[in-house]
Every structure is written in structure tokens, then in C-alpha cells.
């Protein structure tokens, strides 16, 4: 229902044909060593990705070359149909960027700053998009509506992160990056901010691009993930399709005239429906474990960061971290 | 000009609504009003809030107060003492040169702000928003320079009570001090938005201290140019602290404590041009400098500052 919706507005602008994200053989290199490698991907309007990988993964670089505050040293890089490395201040105005606050405009109040920045929003209001966020709104928005007259630096660590939120959707942003959106936050900010995006990409059809490198938080926000090991994207798809992509990781356990087994296998129903038929009534406590995205994650990870080729060598210690951390 | 342009703009979009009413546009601007001037009017309001926060914070007006307050009180017991056999009075002769020389400071004043607000995230936030940095900066000038004047007031108010022997009052002083002050922001706030981007962090900005407080050493405040050695009088000479301080010392004092300086002259045309031509210098290169220092901001650079500021710290 999202994309239809997109569909019908991108027609109309005739934008790109919906692609909004548009990044071919990008590549990043510091003196001798390649940060990024090849990093190929796209990203439709109204979609959230997500990029999630391990620290040093080069997942802020990604994101810092796309909001054109760093430059790449290769490949086609386009975001909303430019390049962010010559983008202009008209392509700046479509695009949010959620910043990590530390102690900036710390003698601001919280209403006064949001409408300081939405101000510079004003030219760059079209007929579709009014331009800016009107403030009241916005502040409800994030739910700082009681915060309004709060001076920044009092905020706690949740009601700030939300305030870099609000600031970032000011000028109500086609695309908004979002890195490592959730770092430091409790579990009930983590919580707030999680049904925020939420919303944002629901009602605003905003398209999201985050950073994390918490599974449960891009399985919980994004349409797509991308997992992103050694400066290489080596998986791309939903949450289901990355869970299922790692033959053999559903897990079978069962019992059988007092004695326990364990099998892995991609067919779980159909080794099932043979156990039964084999084995009838012996058969006790069976349990069923779905392929999860974890494993996929400890899987990929692990191939690349031991940079072998055996898929069956690294599945095996994937596996090993998954049920460990299941228990 | 604008206004006709933003007229022209205006009947453009009608006629074409007209022609196609229900077309909807997601990047025509419908307000055509020029980002440049909002930047810079967003940057005016940016100045006067930090302005006005400085002068209703307690920290703040502390740092305000207590420079002025301070040499108010050096003055006052400088103020019977004779300098030399001219005849003129210390204090006197004091008073303007600290007014230059206060004047002098919204240098290290930009600079410190300028590597605090790098490290802080603050200059990052003005990356991400369009038309931002040109506000941030033009937010910064507003608010150094007024604070600056501000702060000359709190030191010229009191001092003219407590201080005999000014030649303040006339239109003329006044005038000088105008012009003086204008060209003496010119020259000194963009070198010190330079220095700014050019030191890496906040506690670097400690090394500036120093150069600056050889120059004032030099530069006739306290004590007038021409007891020093002739090479330090040439090496004052060159920086804008002597010109300002001179300028002031122009401004204010009788027209017989003109024997005290080089050549027994105010010198207007030199200060003038020597404070004309680090306006220029300063004007053409911080631009430059300044938009090589914004590219180089990033997250992960202000990150790192973070981590880096907070180890400090613990």
C-alpha cells in the first residue's frame, strides 16, 4: 500500500523513476587501506533501509558520503537524483540529516531553536511540501511538546536524541539519514524513539536511511536490510529473506525413545512431516528453531571477517554464536 | 532589485498555475524569497539570541563584568599617578588603549568560539542546514562584535567618571571612535575566524593566548610605544592592536598628549590603511579557509573530538 502510494506522487513528479538512493561501485580509501569495496545499492521513495554491520564496518562513512559531508574516492553516488559532493543548498533543503548531539546550542531553549532552524526552510517551500515543520507540531511530534521552553543542555540523553530528530524533519525532508540513531539511549527511549520512525516512514512517507548495528532494531524499523561486513555489502533483502538465506539454518530437535537428536536442515516442515511418518508416536518434545536473522548476520559476518570461502565452516561457528545467544 | 525579481518570479508561477491549476509541484519553491537573504536574516536572529543569552546567563555576565571591572579598578589607582614629565596622568592615558585593546580581543573571542562550536557539533548542525554555515557565520559576527561593544561600554561608561583628563564628549571623539572600532572589527575578527579553523581543538586554542599577549606586551597599552627599543616599535607597528589602541588614544585624549606617540602625530591615515589592509587580507582569505574547515566537518570527526574531549575529562 506504501509503494502505491509512492507510485502515484513519483508519476506525478516524474523523480527518477522512485529511486532515491542510487549508489554504484562506491568505493573509499584511506591511504592504503579500502574502507568501503564496491558498495552497490538503491533505495526506492517511502522505503527504510537499514545498514546494519559490525563496528568499523564502514557503515558511518557510507552514510557520511551520501549526506555529502564526506567525499568518496570512487564510484556513482546518487541521492535524490544528485551527487551529494557538488549537491547544492536547494538539495540540502530535501534532505534530513539526524545528528548525534553532544552539547551544541546548550543556552538554547528547545522551541527557539527548532524555530531558528526551521526559518532557513522558508524559501525552499513548494506547493506538495509546506516548508517548515510548523514548530508546535513538531514538537508534539517527538512528544517534547512539555520540553518547549527547556534550555537544551538540561534535556536528559532520550529527550535530546529526539530534539536531533526534530531538527533533522524541520524542513520535512524527502530523505532522512539516521546514524547509529539509538547509541546510548535506554531501553525506553530506545522504545519511543523506534515507534517515532516508525510513524515518520507510516504517515510521511519519509524514506529512511539508518545505521545500526543492533539486529532487533533493524528487523523492528527497516523494509530492507542491508548488512554491511568489511566494507562490502554482503546481504541485501528483508528480514525474512536474510533469515532464509543461510541454507540449513532451521534447527529440528526432538526426542525418540528417550533419546535426544538434533538436526539442521532448510526443509523443516518436510523433515518433520518424515520423522513423523517414521517414527509416529515414539516421537517427543520436538522443537522447531527458525532460520533468524542473527544467524544470517553471525554467518555473513563471520565468513567475511575470517575471510574464508567455506560456506560450511563459517556456518557452523554462525550457528554456535546463534544458540548461544538464543538461551 | 530583489523585489522586482521576486515580482517577476510571482507572475511566472500564477501564469503557469493558471494554465495547469491542479498541477503540484514538489520542488517549484512557491515562496520566492532569495535563500541568501534568509540566511543572512537567519543569521541576524542567531546573533542577537546568543547575544541576548550572554548578557541573561550568570557565567556569561560574569566573563562580561569581570575584565571591565577589573581594570576599572587598575585605573583607578593608576588615575593621580604622572607619566613621566609630560604632565599627563597614567590613567589617562590608560584608558583608551584598553579600550583598543579590548577591542583587539573579539579576535581570540571568534577564534575560541569558532574551535569550541567545531568540536561541540555546533558548526556541523549548520553543514546540515541549508544556507546554514554563511547564517552560522554571519550569527558569530553579530555576536562577538556585539558583545564587544557592549563590553566597551561597561569599561568606557565608569571609566569617563572616574577619569580625569578625557577629551571624550565632542562629536569628533565619538566619530573616531566609530571609525576606528569598524575598521579595527574588520581587520581582527576575520583573522580571528581564520585562526578558528585552523587549530584542531579547543585546548590547542590555549597556544593563541600567547602570541596574542606578546602583542599587547608591545603594542603601547600600557605603557607608551616610544620607551620601547626601535625593532619592537617596528614589529608593534605591524599588528592591529597598536593601530587600535592608537586609533582610541586619538579619540579621547586632549590634543597635547599627542607628544607621547611616534612622530607626534594620531596618525589617522596610517591606521587607516595598516587596519585597511588586514581587513583585506582577513576578508579575502577567510572565506577561503573557513569553506576548507566546513567541508572537512563529519560526524565521525566531531565524534572523535567528543571521545577524545571526554577521555580529558575523565
Redesign the interface.
Known sequence: MNSEGMEAMTT??G?HGGVALDVEGLRMRYGTTDVLREVTFRARHGEVVALLGPNGAGK??TI?IL?G??MRSAGRVSVLGTDPAHAD??W??RVG?V???????G??RVR?LLA??G???????????RRPWDTDELLAAVGLSDHAGDKVRTLSGGQRRRLDVA??LV?RP?LLFL?EPTAGLDPRARHEFHGLVRRLAAEHRTTILLTTHDLAEADKLADRIMILSGGRIVADGTADELARRTAGADEVRWTCDGRRFRHTTAESTAFVRELFREHGEAIGELEVRRASLEDTYMTLVHEHESGSGGAGEAFGAGEGQAAVSSR | MNATKAKNAKNAKNAKNATNPRK????????????TN??L??GW??GV??LR?SFT?GADLVSHLLWPVMMLIALYFMRDREFGSSGLLLGTLALPSILGMNAAMGMVTMSQLLTA?RE???L??A??????MR?YVTGKVITVAGGLVADLAILLIPGMLLIDGLAAGSAGSWLTLAWVLVLGLLATLPIGAILGSLFPSARSQGLIQLPVLAMIAISGIFYPVTSLPDWLQTIAQATPIYWLGLGMRSAFLPEDAVTVEIGDSWRHLETAAVLGVWAAVGLALAPVVLRRMARR????G??ER?EAALQRVG
Do not use: C
Not at chain 1, 545528528?99 to 546550542?105: G, T
Not at chain 2, 503540484?24 to 535563500?35: A, E, Q, R, V, Y
Not at chain 2, 553543514?127 to 546554514?132: F, I, L, Y
Not at chain 2, 566537518?297 to 565521525?300: D, F, L, P, T
Open positions: 506525478n513528479t523523480d558511518t562513512t557520511e549526506e559531508f564526506r543548498e536547494a540540502r533543503a540529516v545528528l548525534q548531539s553532544w552539547r551544541d546550542h543556552k538554547w527557539e531558528h532552524f526559518s532557513y526552510y522558508v524559501p525552499y517551500a513548494t506547493e506538495a511540501v531538527i533533522g524542513g524527502e546514524d | 503540484m509541484s514538489l520542488t517549484k519553491p512557491m515562496n520566492p524569497m532569495n535563500p534568509t540566511a536574516r537567519a536572529s542567531r539570541i546568543e543569552q546567563n562550536e561541540d557539533g555546533t556541523l548542525r553543514k546540515a542546514t541549508p544556507g546554514g547564517s566537518e563529519s560526524g565521525a566531531v565524534a567528543r
